[in-house]
C-alpha cells in the first residue's frame, strides 16, 4: 500500500492554531454552460492562478484548489494578513484579463476561521483537518458574491478589522444561531491595516 495515502503521521496531539481561508467563484457553472470549453478551461486556469498568487502574496499557503475554490492557510497570529487575502482576491478577480476579453465580470466569495487543526501530508499534500476547515467552507457558501464572512475567533485575533455582524446563519453541522461577520471592504485606494 502507498504510504502516501495512510492517515497524518505522528501523534495527532500535535495541533496548530491556523486561519484558514477559503476563496471560491460565483457562477462557474454558468460560465462552463456558456462558454466555449477552451476558453472556460483557460479562464478558470488563470482564477486559479491569480488566486494562488494573491494569497500567497500575503504569507498563506495554499493547501489545495479544486475546480473554482482554493484553500489557503495562515498561523492563526496572521489573521488580519488571511483577512487582507481575502479581500484583495475580490479586486484580483474582478480585474482579471482574460475574464474581460471573454465578457465575463468574475465575483468571489469568502469564508474565514480560525482554530487548531492538524496538519500532515496525505498524498503527497500537505492537508489540514478539523473544525476551522469546516467552517470555512459554511461561511464561504454562506457569503453572498463579493462578501467575505468571518467568525467570532477571527475577530478575537484581529479586533482592528472592520466588520458589521451577520444576521444567525444555520450553517451545516454547526446549528442555527452561528455567528458571523462581513468583512467590509476599504475604500478605494486605502489599504486594509495589517499589524
Known sequence: ????LLPLPGPQDQATP???VLVDLVGSTRLARHLPLG???ALMAEFVQVMILTLEARG???LQHQGDAVLAWWPAAQSAQACAAAQEAHVRAARLTLAAQ???TLRVRAGISSGDVLMGVVGGQMSAYGLPVNYSRRLCDAAQAGQTLVC??????????PTELCPPLDLQGFGEDCRAHRLIAPQPGARMKVD
Open 18 to 20: 491556523a486561519c484558514m
Open 60 to 62: 498563506g499557503q495554499v
Open 152 to 161: 467570532d475567533e477571527v475577530l478575537r485575533l484581529a479586533p482592528g478589522l
Open 102 to 104: 471573454l465578457g465575463q
Open 39 to 41: 476558453n472556460y478551461t
Open 1 to 4: 500500500m502507498n504510504e502516501s
